[in-house]
């Protein structure tokens, strides 16, 4: 099983805080039964959250040996979930922001009450750049509850939606639960 939205990089956004908070929750995601994880913690071009992919692969390379050497067999691989931005393609483009385990694929967020009216632009430019967009959790955007055809839209698009496994068991609200089955 693999986990393709999780934030356990520790102190580079509001996930994980530390190494030894990090090192435990890749144990328990191993020992639930994952076997790759690919950490996607945030990058918000203008805000405070701007670890760039090599620093990244840098954290990942050493989680990698410490669970290497406990022989816990968990596979990790960079990624990160951007913030919609007006450069985010570039950022992808240049190597700023990493891909999803260094594919194609590139899992970026939207703003969760209201919707930025170049979304389609920035899902067509990353398409002419060979890249495949993934939203994440559109599930508990406002504007989706308000109307799911958005989310059609996006699916005609060419685009993947990624859904929190939060919101399948109720944690958000009663209304994400419902959007995501």
Request: contains cysteine.
């Amino acid at each position: 099983m693999t986990d393709v939205h999780c934030h356990l990089l520790p102190q580079i956004d509001d996930g994980s805080q530390s190494v030894e908070d990090s090192l435990e929750l890749f144990k328990e995601a191993y020992y639930s039964g994952f076997t790759q994880i690919i950490n996607t913690s945030h990058y918000i071009s203008n805000g405070r959250f701007r670890t760039k992919a090599k620093e990244r692969e840098k954290m990942i390379i050493a989680f990698q040996e410490l669970l290497n050497n406990q022989n816990i067999n968990l596979k990790l691989y960079n990624g990160a979930e951007a913030y919609l931005s007006t450069d985010l393609p570039e950022l992808f483009e240049n190597g700023t922001i990493p891909t999803l385990a260094n594919s194609r694929y590139v899992l970026f967020e939207l703003p969760m009450s209201q919707k930025a009216l170049y979304t389609e632009d920035i899902i067509n430019q990353l398409e002419e750049l060979g890249y495949v967009p993934v939203i994440a959790h559109p599930e508990r955007y406002d504007y989706v509850k308000e109307d799911y055809k958005i989310a059609l839209k996006w699916i005609d698009m060419g685009v993947y939606l990624q859904c929190n496994y939060g919101s399948i068991v109720g944690q958000y609200r009663k209304t994400c639960t419902k959007n995501s089955s």
